[in-house]
């Protein structure tokens, strides 16, 4: 069935660090990609999306790219900052217009 | 624009009492949606309305929960009796379209811990 496997945390990283979060989908078609944010104390938010294949989606010096032949759509940041800390959740469209989620990587980022 | 609210944001109840958590959407989003997730687990969908009809109520776990949207405004889940495995966050969405292309705008969620 459809489902998002993504990198389990928790992750810790120092400032300026580079950051991988690894994404994996199964899905029926090629729906669009989604990475959210949920920052301590608040609710979820797009962080970035793409539409179709080799697509980049980018926002706070944040990307990913969605890699068709992978199924894949791994998040990276060159230089992480302390207010990068919060859980990251990768997810996709479904079919009948709900999102499905991976479990969510906790990034902890220290100055 | 005010953005997606819930209500109340966190809520204790002991085993076998009823919770109703409110979700008020993005003004003129005919869509809406519940999610719920458990502790390191991943979010999961619940159920969709398009203004007062249930789109889609596959996600829905069992018939302890009873989701509302009268009017087609704002909705409300209802959990009666609560158990213990029915904790957690739920997160309620919406959206101006149905689309696999749309994004879904978040409510914070409504912690929901059975004692």
């Known amino acids: 069935g459809d489902s998002v496997t993504q990198m389990e945390g928790p992750v810790t990283l120092s400032e300026e660090a580079f950051l991988t979060i690894n994404c994996t989908y199964t899905?029926?078609?090629?729906?669009?990609l989604f990475w959210y944010v949920q920052y301590p104390g608040e609710g979820l938010q797009l962080l970035l999306k793409a539409t179709k294949a080799d697509d980049k989606g980018s926002n706070k010096g944040f990307e990913a790219t969605y890699r068709k032949e992978t199924t894949s759509f791994h998040l990276e940041k060159g230089s992480v900052q302390v207010s990068d800390s919060a859980v990251y959740f990768c997810?996709?469209?479904?079919?009948?217009?709900?999102?499905?989620f991976g479990k969510g990587t906790k990034l902890s980022v220290k100055p | 624009e005010a953005g997606v609210t819930q209500f109340p944001s966190h809520s204790v109840i002991e085993k076998g009492q009823t919770v109703t958590l409110r979700c008020d959407p993005i003004?003129?989003?005919?869509?809406l949606y519940w999610y719920r997730r458990v502790m390191g687990k991943e979010i999961k969908f619940l159920l969709h309305f398009v203004k007062e009809s249930k789109q889609d109520e596959s996600g829905m776990p069992n018939n302890r929960f009873l989701a509302e949207r009268t009017g087609g405004t704002y909705s409300t889940l209802k959990v009666q009796p609560a158990e213990l495995e029915d904790s957690g966050v739920y997160f309620c969405?919406?959206?101006?379209?149905?689309?696999?292309?749309?994004?879904?705008?978040f409510g914070p969620g409504t912690r929901l811990t059975v004692l």
């Open positions: 969405a919406s959206s101006q379209f149905i689309s696999v292309w749309n994004e879904q705008f």
């Open positions: 003004s003129g989003h005919d869509n």
């Open positions: 899905a029926t078609g090629y729906p669009s």
């Open positions: 997810a996709f469209g479904g079919s009948q217009g709900n999102l499905i």
